[in-house]
């Protein structure tokens, strides 16, 4: 084969992923605890690039979080034997293993959290998907975002999705659905349960105890419902409109569902009734957005309003609210909206109900007045595709200058 010819042949096996991140409307926290949680995709993606290589290596490179790390195959092979081939059905991430990775990447008592997290979650679904599929295939992977990691928009279960996705199909677990002149395609229904299933295990790297809501809107897009597993699309949404704020003040989703879980367990009595009505508040809200399908009256919005400000207080009663989204709450009340936390909390994001009618000089003052408090602020689209495979020039410019590492 000619140089240009072993060129083009790389280029084809390239495979481009993308996903999106989430907001929950209702229902953080109460749905790792079995309640029901209503969550709709984000216009802002995850993409990741792979190819194939011919020297045994291994390249991942997660420029959002500074990581640049190779390995050879002949290194990653020894610990294929903390994941047994025999799996009939994924079982969750065990300590060892997740310990023996850590000392690989050699973080086990490093700083860089972040670092140590993202590598190992990629390590964890590399190497079971390939102890699985019984192929270590050689690659080099760019994981690169549009969303903000850590702030309550699933970042990381974009990541995850994104990574499942690509090692399934570059391990023929999943088809490559990408033919020749399309520029976007997506798996089949079948095999984006698969895809669902993979990126709930990197999650469990990256969060300890997730729910999975946040890997099913990265798979599947739209809005759903998403109750112990179940997910159900809501079909008939409105369009809503709805103000972003990143306070970006810092924080762990690990830590705060860990704290959320401890709150339940000293107060059994007081937390469970506040989770109980959380699923109460999910419940009426995809009834309140299913009437508007047919009937657009204010009368809805009012009460969305309401559920808004209710599920607020009740964050803040099981600990996850902090003072930065106190300020969005106020700052946003002093203008008549209403706002409340999205995702962990703890710092992170908050979502603004915005009317059809909410004359854009409110928005501005809004705009403007979050940001004197230093945070980020934008007006979003929801509802957009789950994962998808691209081909990279279809793609936005500067999205394709990132993939190509320029
Ligand atoms: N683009 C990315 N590159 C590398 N790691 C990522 C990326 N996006 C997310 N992550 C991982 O996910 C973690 C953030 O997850 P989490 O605390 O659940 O917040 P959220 O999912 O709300 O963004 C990061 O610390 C990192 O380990
Ligand atoms: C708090 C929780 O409900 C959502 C966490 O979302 P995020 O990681 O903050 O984007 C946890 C979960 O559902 O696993
Ligand atoms: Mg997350």
Known sequence: MEAGDIQGEMLNKTLVVSAPGKVILHGEHAVVHGKAALAVALNLRT???????????IFLQLPNIGVKLWWDLVQLQPLLDAFPADRTELKPPTPEQLARLKEFAGTADGPGEIHDVATVAFLYLYLSIAAKSGVLPSVELLVWSELPTGAGLGSSAAYSVCLAAALLSE?????YPLGEGQSLARWTEEELDVINKWA?????????NPSGVDNAVGTWGGALRYQSGKITPLKR??????????????????????GVREKLLKFP????????????ISRECEGVLEAMADDSSQGHYSV????VDINQHHLDVIGVGHPALDRVCQ????????????????????????????????????????????????????GGPGVCAHALPSLKADVVKVLNGI
Do not use: Y
């Open 269 to 280: 009595a007081i937390m469970e009734p506040v989770l109980i009505s959380i699923d109460a």
């Open 47 to 57: 993409f990741l690039r792979m190819s194939p290589r011919d020297d045994g290596k």
């Open 331 to 382: 700052a946003t009340a002093a203008l008549g909206l209403h706002s409340k936390l999205t995702g962990a909390g703890g710092g992170g994001c908050a979502i603004t109900l915005l009317r059809p009618d909410t004359p854009p000089s409110v928005v501005e003052t809004a705009v403007r007045d979050l940001s004197r408090c230093g945070f980020a602020c934008w007006e979003t689209d929801i």
């Open 200 to 208: 709930f295990q990197g999650e469990q790297v990256i969060h300890g």
């Open 237 to 258: 949404v409105p369009t809503l409109r709805i103000l972003l704020t990143n306070t970006k003040v810092p924080r762990s989703t690990k830590a705060l569902v860990a």
């Open 304 to 307: 969305l309003e309401e559920l």
């Open 171 to 175: 391990c023929s677990v999943v088809g």
